[in-house]
């Protein structure tokens, strides 16, 4: 019998995959990043057995204490960083993941830029955009966007891979989605790191290329 996890996330796979079909998008163009914050390897297992191999966690000392046992039973696993990062953490960032999705401020970029060359290792990166311009949220403003991908793409060499962004929970998110594609066309980036649990089918029919599900896989978090 299929494990109840694994049939989740088959569920979200196929619901992706139909939203990007509407859309006239080829499904393969979005990724899902399955995100395991406050679960462990229990409940991960699951998936990892069906195949799916991009996660997310928001965390770096929770990344460290279960990714590496996993890491050495599967291959191929590749691991996204989608919380804030301080930047007395790089170091072990870039050690632990293959993808950080919350470049937010010069500081932080000049510390990636550093340690991805000290290890000689390169991430996928996004830049978080403080789309609902929240003062306790994470994420640069949009206004100072573009300047923040200057300087990675200039003095720092840093590849961008694109936008990230979680909208305001008492707004429309297709609004912010919509939003957060204008702006990385206008910058010229490919990837949108956009959607949850209760809207990734909205950020598929927007442009997204990374959807970040956590709740609707793993169930609900304590
Ligand atoms: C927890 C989290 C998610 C997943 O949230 P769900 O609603 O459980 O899908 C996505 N993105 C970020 C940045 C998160 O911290």
């Given at each position: 019998m299929t494990h109840p996890t694994a049939a989740a996330l088959a569920d979200v796979l196929s619901r992706i995959a139909a939203a990007a079909r509407a859309a006239k998008r080829d499904p393969a163009s979005v990724h899902l990043v399955a995100v395991t914050k406050t679960f462990g390897a229990d409940a991960i297992l699951p998936v990892l057995d069906a195949g799916?191999?991009?996660?997310g966690e928001n965390r770096v000392q929770e990344?460290?204490?279960?990714?590496?046992?996993l890491r050495e039973r599967y291959a191929g696993i590749e691991l996204h960083l989608i919380g804030p990062l301080q930047s007395n953490k790089t170091k072990e960032a870039v050690q632990l993941f293959d993808?950080?999705?919350?470049?937010?401020?010069?500081?932080?970029?000049v510390a990636i830029a550093e340690e991805m060359a000290r290890q000689g290792k390169r991430l996928?990166?996004?830049?978080?955009?403080?789309?609902?311009?929240?003062?306790q949220k994470a994420g640069?403003?949009?206004a100072e966007a573009a300047s923040l991908l200057?300087?990675?793409?200039g003095e720092l060499k840093l590849d961008i891979a694109g936008l990230m962004c979680i909208p305001p929970v008492d707004e429309e998110p297709a609004v912010h989605f919509a939003f957060l594609a204008k702006l990385a066309q206008e910058l010229g980036l490919?990837?949108?790191?956009?959607?949850?649990?209760a809207d990734f089918e909205t950020a598929v029919a927007l442009g997204a290329t990374h959807v970040r599900v956590g709740s609707e896989i793993f169930g609900r978090r304590a």
């Open positions: 799916h191999r991009q996660f990344a460290k204490s279960k990714w590496p046992a993808a950080i999705h919350s470049i937010d401020r010069p500081k932080i970029a996928q990166l996004f830049i978080q955009v403080n789309t609902g311009e929240e003062p640069v403003l949009p200057r300087l990675c793409r490919a990837g949108l790191s956009m959607g949850m649990s």
